[in-house]
């Protein structure tokens, strides 16, 4: 999955803020399929489920049918055409959910191999908090960090001051 570019800053802020948001051993549904985040997740102690690969814009089987308290969402919404869709139909009252930043000096990523490998959305912290608003959550907790590369040029100096990732703990309203 992550040939020789395996993202460790990611996983270490992403586990730290999970950590800091959800108590364990809370049960969560992870959406996306397995992989070595959740079982990263797992291994701290966590309960951990995985949706199973479904199209979440038009399947919400797994997440209707959850009895998770927590949903995570680690780099999904981005490749959904109508995230709002997943986001109002999560029953368990907490997320935590991370996206990648719009950087205005690069284009949106787009996998030429895997049709599933691709953003559809690139988000602004406020397009972010915008959606999760309209869809019925609560923001209480909110992070942003750059994602440095190991490259010569104009726009791997802006990696090194520019957010790429975005990540927040909601509650469902009351």
């Known amino acids: ?24 051993p809370a049960s969560i549904l992870d959406l996306g399929v397995a992989n070595p985040f959740s079982d990263l997740m797992q291994q ?26 927590v949903v995570t969402a680690f780099e999904i919404f981005e490749h959904l055409i109508a995230p709002y869709n997943v986001l109002k139909n999560i029953k368990a009252a907490k997320l ?16 030429k191999t895997d049709m599933w490998d691709r953003h559809y959305h690139e988000f602004e912290d406020w397009q972010f908090d915008w959606l999760l608003e309209k869809a019925g959550w609560e923001i209480k907790k909110r992070d942003k ?23 927040v703990y909601a509650e469902r309203k009351k």
Do not use: Q
């Not at 999955?1 to 800053?9: C, R, S």
């Not at 199209?55 to 089987?61: G, K, P, S, V």
């Not at 960090?145 to 990540?167: A, E």
């Open 145 to 167: 960090w750059t994602n440095p590369v190991k490259k010569i040029g104009f726009r791997p100096l802006l990696r090194y001051f520019t957010n790429r990732y975005y990540i």
């Open 96 to 111: 935590v959910a991370s996206v990648p930043l719009r950087l205005w000096f690069s284009p949106a990523y787009r996998s």
């Open 1 to 24: 999955m992550y040939e020789n570019n395996f993202p460790n800053k990611r996983y270490k802020k992403t586990i730290e803020f999970l950590e800091s948001s959800v108590p364990k």
């Open 44 to 69: 701290r102690g966590y309960v951990i489920k995985n949706t199973k690969g479904e199209d979440l814009d038009t399947d919400f089987t797994n997440v209707i049918n959850s009895d998770a308290e």
